[in-house]
């Protein structure tokens, strides 16, 4: 099993900038992929970004060009780097790490764009 917890989420006027972090602990050797997903009001989670255990990474089409996800194996985080913030980027965000015995997610951290 691996235990997520982000941190960073918060307030910012659009157009600002924020960092989310993820630390993994646990079976982290067992963890071939992690990620973000997203979750707004009345909406459906999302997938936001994925990032592999080399280093691969992919993005949803709506953060494409803002947001950079990477990874800090030394540190066991994950980091979620969002720029030029939209108010369609509120949402709560989850950290989630795949093994092969399963996805897990954290507990997430509420991101809010509004001026």
């Known amino acids: 099993q691996v235990q997520l917890v982000e941190s960073g989420g918060g307030l910012v006027q659009p157009g600002g900038s924020l960092r989310l972090s993820c630390a993994a602990s646990?079976?982290?050797?067992?963890?071939?992929?992690m990620g973000w997903d997203r979750q707004a009001p009345g909406k459906r989670r999302e997938l936001v970004a994925t990032?592999?255990?080399?280093?691969?990474?992919n993005y949803a089409d709506s953060v494409k060009g803002r947001f950079t996800i990477s990874r800090d194996n030394a540190k066991n985080t994950m980091y979620l780097q969002m720029n030029s913030l939209k108010p369609d980027d509120t949402a709560v965000y989850y950290c989630k790490a795949d093994l092969e015995d399963g996805s897990y997610w954290g507990q997430g951290t509420q991101v809010t764009v509004s001026s």
């Open positions: 646990g079976s982290i050797f067992s963890i071939y992929a």
């Open positions: 990032i592999t255990s080399s280093g691969n990474t």
